[in-house]
Nanobody, 117 residues
């Protein structure tokens, strides 16, 4: 059974930092690209950051220079370090695992991030 479990969300003031973590089980972690998405109330889910199985990273323009994605294949973990948080970063953040070789992906249950002004 595949599971993705996020943690690290919470309430933070604008300008603060949070670090999200996601642990994966039931997959060969190194064969998956790992992504962080977010969904704010009334908005579509959007891709925030991605890290390929070999470590190539990409970011949404809105978070470049503030967020950093990383992965630890030995621990089946992916992280999202979020600095200089803004109220518009408030959303539920989801961990996503996308298989490199076929259209298969999995989702976590999400973790709430709330940034107060």
């Amino acid at each position: 059974q595949v599971q993705l479990v996020e943690s690290g969300g919470g309430l933070v003031e604008a300008g603060g930092s949070l670090r999200l973590s996601c642990v994966a089980s039931g997959i060969i972690f190194s064969s998956y690209a790992m992504n962080w998405y977010r969904q704010a109330p009334g908005k579509q889910r959007e891709l925030v950051a991605a890290i390929a199985s070999r470590g190539t990273v990409s970011y949404a323009d809105s978070v470049k220079g503030r967020f950093t994605i990383s992965r630890d294949n030995a621990k089946n973990m992916v992280y999202l370090q979020m600095n200089s948080l803004k109220p518009e970063d408030t959303a539920v953040y989801y961990c996503n695992a996308k298989f490199t070789w076929a259209p298969v992906d999995y989702w976590g249950q999400g973790t709430q991030v709330t940034v107060s002004s």
